[in-house]
């Protein structure tokens, strides 16, 4: 049991800073660009949201299983498929919780507009001095609840996992997946433990969530 | 661009000439000024002065541009300097601090950054010269609108520009807040050796500050020159404003105190201003509105209570509206002073039959001090930021 919610906390871990990285450019792209891609660009990286777990599993399972020249370059890489590994539940997550990480972190962005940035642009900071220094601090609240929201989701997450990961103990076998198992074979003791565990949790995760917006000043549209 | 625009671009000085559409409104300017003292940037409100002030800035790149500043191109044809690369100071009508940072954080954005060689700005003086000692501490969210237009005027001036730029800096602010801050500005434009453009909509504001003046009309420019010549040019809508007044730049000589008067030189002549204008030697900007101004034929009148009473010679005249005209003056007998304008009625005019050329004297009733006194000014004397 303890090395479900230990491989879900280090999975988690792990996802929410690539996932904050892989957000931050993306976001910046969509808050600032006023090319008609930006449109298209913010409706894929929106998918992930609407769309049924298992669909968004299965393409993944397809798009970097072992024939795919996906597939492929990660074999190359490391020396085994992506699927029912530990590195493709990361994959998979990141990709599965980008929509909450990106939104919260482009409204913050859009909320900083240009005016922050041209005043350091005339106290001569380069772009990207001046994003390092002026965009992304003011936009600390949108990365808190980037963090916060990626963090959680992934910690909760079921059907992508089960369709790229399966069930291996200590490798993709997490806490939701646990909770399922131990529900299957009429453990009830165990599944109470972990869902409870899982309630308590969540409701935290969205008490700090409001807390830290209050206190930074600042609501997601 | 064209040769007359570039031609003048290697004197010392700022040439400029930006032409484009933005969003619906169309830009067309081009002027040439000194690059010293403070050059207002003055027209109605949306005639885009603004514009230009963000142009020269960097800021917006219209399709033409052209930027010369002291024989550095700054832009032309398809070089363009990029904001963060123009040494300029921006301050902005919203003062746009950064609210993740203290004052002195402000302060020091850009202190840091400074690309202008040499010694930088000292700290320690900017926030003397801008009465920010109190206020360095201090989160960016606690401060009044006086304030935070302060701390963004030293933040500019510690990046060591090599033209200051200020957009309506006191436009948003009350008028407690205006007055606490135009002294600042004086003191700034008597203690540093900095080009500045000042945008505004204000009149008085451009009174009590500008040297030059670029006078802009919706899209375009309408006149460049030296402040004092476009109020009193007849060819110019200035002079019909219900408030026009003439300024004139003095140096005190004397004060006398018996009276509560002080004396300054202006032009070779003397006027006298009730109040104590500063110790002998400051310079102060003296205004005075064209309907405090009479005429008087031949000599000077000995037995009138009127203190100053100046010689001139007639210039031009225009009649107003009603029953007045605008009598264009130059002082001095033989007109070769600066100008000075008159408002009296069209009555007077005609029965005492005044033309152009004509020597009079003008009885001035009533002069009035705009700027701050120079002497120890708000805090304590500033000295001049080594700029070199």
């Keep these: ?221 | 661009m064209d040769a007359a625009v570039t031609a003048t671009a290697a004197a010392a000085g700022l040439t400029a000439a930006f032409a484009g559409r933005l969003g619906g409104f169309e830009l067309d300017v081009r002027f040439a000024v000194p690059a010293r003292g403070v050059t207002a940037l003055f027209g109605p409100s949306g005639c885009g002065k603004t514009t230009v002030l963000r142009c020269v800035a960097g800021l917006t790149r219209l399709p033409v541009g052209e930027l010369v500043v002291d024989g550095e191109v700054w832009q032309r044809g398809r070089r363009f300097l990029p904001p963060h690369r123009r040494p300029v100071g921006y301050v902005f009508q919203d003062a746009r601090l950064f609210p993740h940072l203290s004052v002195t954080g402000n302060l020091r954005f850009g202190h840091k950054r400074t690309t202008t060689p040499g010694q930088p700005v000292a700290f320690d003086e900017v926030a003397a010269l801008l009465g920010l000692a109190d206020l360095l501490d201090r989160p960016i969210g606690v401060l009044s609108g006086g304030e935070r237009q302060r701390v963004a005027i030293g933040r500019a001036l510690l990046s060591k520009p090599r033209l200051l730029l200020m957009d309506e800096p006191v436009s948003a602010l009350d008028r407690i807040s205006k007055n606490e801050i135009l002294p600042y500005l004086e003191a700034l434009h008597a203690a540093l050796d900095l080009p500045v453009l000042y945008v505004s909509h204000d009149l008085a504001e451009v009174e009590r500050l500008a040297d030059t003046m670029v006078l802009m009309t919706p899209g375009r420019v309408q006149a460049v020159g030296p402040l004092a010549d476009l109020l009193a040019d007849p060819s110019l809508p200035l002079y019909r404003l219900p408030d026009a007044a003439s300024v004139l730049d003095g140096v005190v000589v004397a004060e006398d105190a018996t009276y509560g008067l002080s004396m300054l030189r202006v032009a070779g002549q003397t006027l006298f201003v009730p109040g104590r204008a500063g110790g002998a030697g400051s310079r102060r900007r003296l205004r005075i509105a064209a309907s405090d101004v009479s005429l008087w034929r031949g000599r000077a009148p000995r037995d009138s209570s009127i203190l100053n009473v100046l010689p001139a010679r007639i210039t031009g005249a225009k009649p107003d509206e009603v029953a007045t005209i605008s009598v264009f003056l130059a002082l001095g007998r033989e007109g070769d002073g600066p100008a000075l304008i008159a408002r009296i009625t069209r009555k007077s005019w005609d029965e005492l039959g005044f033309w152009p050329g004509d020597q009079v004297h003008a009885m001035i009733k009533s002069v009035a001090l705009i700027d701050a006194p120079q002497g120890p000014a708000p805090g304590q004397r500033p000295r001049a930021p080594d700029r070199r």
């Design chain 1, 1 to 221: 049991m303890w090395e479900a919610v230990w491989l879900t906390v280090t999975l988690a871990g792990v996802t929410t800073p690539v996932l904050i990285a892989v957000s931050t450019p993306i976001a910046w792209w969509l808050a600032r660009s006023r090319s008609r891609l930006a449109a298209i660009v913010g409706a894929v990286v929106t998918l992930p949201l609407v769309l049924p777990p298992t669909v968004l599993g299965f393409y993944l399972l397809i798009a970097l299983g072992p024939q795919s020249p996906l597939g492929q370059l990660s074999t190359a890489m490391l020396g085994h498929p992506l699927p029912f590994s530990f590195e493709g539940l990361v994959v998979a997550s990141v990709i599965y919780a980008l929509p909450f990480a990106v939104q919260p972190i482009r409204n913050a962005f859009l909320a900083v507009g240009d005016r922050p940035l041209e005043a350091a642009a005339t106290l001569r900071a380069a772009p990207w001095d001046a994003f390092v220094s002026v965009a992304l601090p003011l936009a600390r609240p949108g990365f808190v609840t980037a963090a916060v929201l990626g963090f959680a989701h992934t910690v909760g997450e079921f059907g992508v996992i089960l369709m790229i990961g399966g069930n291996i103990p200590g490798e993709t076998k997490v806490l939701s997946i646990a909770i399922y198992d131990y529900v299957e074979t009429l453990e009830w003791h165990k599944a109470h433990l972990l869902a409870g565990g899982m309630v308590a949790f969540a409701f935290l995760v969205i008490l700090l969530v409001n807390v830290t917006e209050k206190r930074l000043g600042w609501t997601p549209r």
